[in-house]
């Protein structure tokens, strides 16, 4: 009889990956306002950590930022929809 081999298990997404998709900032993270943010300032994302504001680019609402976050390197994050949190 021909007999069939078991497929390996396939490969599941590390949990911090999925995490951080649906991650929701909680009640302790309440963002900086956008007109408070500059080249230089340390901030915090909800799903990126920590990071470095290397440039901002643009006029309101379309004014974006680059950042370099110790994690996951350097974003190009759209302003209005960023939810930064200045930390020192």
Avoid: C, Y
């Avoid at 500059?38 to 680059?66: C, D, M, T, Y």
């Amino acid at each position: 009889s021909v007999g069939f081999k078991k497929s390996a298990p396939s490969p599941q997404p590390k949990a911090g990956f999925m995490a951080n998709l649906n991650k929701q900032p909680t009640e302790e993270f309440s963002p900086s306002p956008v007109k408070d943010l500059k080249v230089g300032i340390r901030v915090l994302h909800a799903s990126f950590g920590r990071g470095i504001i290397q440039e901002i680019e643009g006029v309101w609402p379309n004014s974006r930022a680059i950042i370099v976050f110790e994690a996951v390197g350097k974003k190009l994050i759209l302003l209005k929809f960023a939810k930064l949190k200045i930390v020192e």
